[in-house]
């Protein structure tokens, strides 16, 4: 008898426990969303949006977050397309020119797993070496070159998940039609994984554009906009690290501004990946 | 007919450089080892990597380097992350799993997903905002007046900033990467094996606790490693939260300077004094290391997972 | 003596574990319509990809012996795979549309192998999906997805695209399997038709299909060649107990 009353009131507690840590993590979430929209919409207006800062150093009053807005797409549009050049070049490696079950494939995707977990004030300091070692300085370019890096796992994890699931008959209805592997993999394979390739196009430049620890030795930062690969770029995390802690209201005003930009960034990119699915599977088999 | 051949060397050269650039990723975590061993050279020559890892003497002007205090800013840092997030995300990941309605477990995995995808910084800047005021002012002044007798507990800081606060800060940050590869884990299990459990007569958590976690048991310890590996190399959200002080914590009230944070903090000065980015990348190589080791150990929980189950 | 397109000597394809195809040698004769048939699993569907060099795309495959085509043995190295998978079409069971428009679809092959000029394409196109019998049905919408066209239709649309590289043999593994009645009697309707020009090797599990189309019929069981020859002769009067076996319904 008390055992079934103990088991069912074990149920009961336990049960109510899940519901307080589920409660819970959703709610930190609200918690930070909250935050950040709560500080950075008195912020937002047109001026910060549109202006770079001014007078001296980024520790000026005057002025927005122009530079950071637009050095931050710079940086991670780069990046994107440049781990997207390479990643797709492996992806396409590991899915059609090379044996399924061989070693090297293996050897590659574990790598891949490695690179994943690299936190990335690694792929910074390791950028930075680079960095040296070309003689170069901090820059739009050391900073594409380091989120790159970052993003590339990210890229090719994606896309190999993507590739994955093209139906085999498809690849092989394109060879007995003596294709080359090639033109299978740039005239078949892509466009039947395509709408799945952008959506981790935009998840790796989601992942690119809020890191702060690999740019930050590696982009530099400055005041004003981006006009060159060679010379440093400003970028939103980077606006929000350095600004905040200043003693001045108006740059903190700029470092919620840029928070705020930020996650919206973030969480547009969340919702477009959702509606492009939609949209861009209309040539798609199956 | 050379047109033939070019579509063919076409085919063979993609193939070639393709190759090669699979060749590049292969070996590149190496690279990434030795790029930064080659520049932390000059200081590993004079200090041995095991004094390196064990003194606690940090006087860069000095020339002395030290970077245990670091190591354990990480480690208490990390360890409170997860003793703070591992409970709840467990029991989030198994209500998703187990008891959610369908509709409600579809609404809620976006949200994590979203939780994913917030960057550091903004994490940070709700610690500073929310998180360090709290502790600061309800925390600090609670705990000192009731628990100040335990020793782990300890109020000599009363400023908020801390373990604690990037401890709570963090323990959030990991809460997507153990809930979702939990969820999983714990989805994956047969359902033949919870449908036993219940015909026995068990309630729905006595099947879970007793099948159904034991069965997923290497899945969710590899979950939890990753989220550690995951926290043991988070910068940005950290350093904005910890205080670095550079001191060795006795309580998880005190300030703390984790290793990333030292890299980051640093890395103006680097070149100013001699040694110094020899210091710092020696420091960044040794958490490569680490979250190297864990990544792995991770991986090979789960292959020995998989091979027992097939 | 009639011409024969494809010849198979000692041809051996071992799975990982298993043997599938032993020591099989036939010749396939030119411009008819050849029946591959057995009860599942006999090796049918092996001996077919072997002939195209599908079986390339498989892990694991071991392939030994000959196929000649043209003289040629299409497992010599130095051959150029591509040229021969030009020549000889493949008709799948599952039709797989590539993911591109009804136009593209067909005009994927000739494109792959160096024709651009617009006009030639569009005349190809429209010669072979007439020859396919999917002209009329699709000609005002040539630029819409291939994939919004219902399952005899895309079936159609893969033997367009299949004679559109223009090869001299077709092979289809279960063309009609996963058809409706009237697509399926459509695609008979096709294949009957082609056989002057086109040489034709049919795998099927159904007999009656068999008897409806083949003019040469090679019997399988359990990877190896039991029976081969004319059709008027192997249905009526077949020499081994194994073939009349599995004609009679016995096992299947």
Known sequence: MSTSVGKHLEERIMLGL????????????????????????????????????????????????????????????????????????????????????????????????????????????????????????????????????????????????????????????SYALGATRLETALRVFVRQAAPGIVTVMLLAFGRGIGDAASVLFTAGYTDRMPNSLLRPVASLPLAVFFQLGTPLPEVQQRAYAAALVLVVIVLGISLLTRLLVRRLSRYVVR | ???????????????????????????????????????????????????????????????????????????????????????????????????????????????????????????????????????????????????????????????????????????????????????????????????????????????????????????????????????????????????????????????????????AN??????????????????????????????????VILLHAVRRAT | MIDSVIQVRGLNVTYGDGSAVRDVSVDIPARQITAIIGPSGCGKTTLLRSMSRLLDLVEGVRVEGQVLFHGQNIYDPRVDVTEIRKRLGLLAQQPFPLPMSIYDNVAYGPRVHGLRERKALEALVEKELRAAGLWEEVKERLRAPASALSIGQQQRLCLARGLAVEPEVLLCDEATSALDPISARCIEDRLLALKMEYSIVLVTHVLRQARRLADYVIFMYMGELVEHGPAGQVFADPREERTRAYLAGEFY
């Open chain 1, 18 to 173: 899940m519901i307080v840590s589920t409660v819970l993590v959703v709610g930190s979430l609200l918690l930070i969303l909250a935050t950040v929209v709560v500080k950075g919409a008195p912020a937002l207006n047109l001026a910060m949006l549109t202006q770079v800062p001014r007078g001296g150093y980024y520790l000026g009053k005057e002025g927005g977050i122009l530079n950071a807005i637009a050095g931050s797409l710079a940086l991670a549009g780069g990046a994107t397309v440049l781990s997207f050049l390479l990643g797709l070049g492996v992806a396409l490696y590991l899915q059609l020119f090379v044996r399924q079950g061989s070693r090297f494939a293996h050897l590659v995707r574990l790598s891949l797993d490695v690179l994943w977990g690299v936190p990335s004030i690694v792929y910074g300091a390791f950028g930075f070496t680079l960095l040296l070692m070309l003689k170069m300085r901090a820059s739009l370019l050391g900073g594409i070159i380091a989120l790159a890096l970052l993003e590339l796992p990210v890229m090719v994890r994606g896309m190999e998940e993507v590739m994955e699931m093209v139906p085999f008959g498809l690849k092989e209805a």
């Open chain 2, 266 to 299: 640093n890395y103006g000065e680097m070149m100013s004094i001699p040694l110094y980015d020899s210091a710092l990348l020696a420091a960044a190589l040794v958490l490569l290391l680490i979250v190297l080791a864990f990544t792995i150990a991770a991986r």
């Open chain 2, 1 to 263: 007919m050379s047109a033939k051949r070019w579509r063919r060397s076409k085919d063979r050269l993609a193939g070639r450089a393709m190759g090669t650039l699979a060749l590049l990723v292969a070996v590149l975590v190496f690279f990434i080892v030795v790029a930064l061993a080659a520049r932390a050279r000059p200081l590993l020559d004079i200090q041995s990597p095991v004094e390196l890892l064990t003194s606690s003497e940090w006087h860069p002007l000095q020339g002395k380097f030290g970077f245990l205090t670091f190591i354990a800013g990480t480690v208490w840092v990390t360890v409170l992350a997860m003793a703070l997030a591992v409970p709840p995300c467990l029991l989030c990941a198994i209500y998703l799993a187990e008891y959610a309605p369908r509709r409600l477990r579809s609404a809620i995995k976006p949200i994590i997903d979203l939780l994913a995808g917030i960057p550091s910084v903004v994490y940070g800047l709700w610690g500073v905002l929310m998180v360090v005021p709290f502790i600061r002012e309800v925390v600090t002044p609670l705990a000192a007046q009731h628990l100040g007798a335990i020793p782990l507990l300890r109020v000599d800081n009363p400023t908020g900033y801390g373990i604690l606060a990037s401890g709570v800060v963090l323990a959030v940050m990991v809460f997507p990467v153990i809930i979702s590869v939990t969820e999983e884990v714990i989805r994956a299990v047969p359902d033949g094996m919870r449908e036993a459990a219940l015909a026995l007569g068990a309630t729905r958590w006595q099947m879970v606790e007793g099948v159904v976690l034991r069965r997923a048991l290497p899945g969710v310890i590899a979950a939890v490693v990753l989220g550690f590996s995951r926290a043991f190399g988070e910068t940005m959200a950290v350093m904005m939260v910890v205080g670095n002080v550079p001191q060795i914590p006795r309580s998880i009230f005190d300030a703390a300077y984790p290793l990333p944070a030292l890299i």
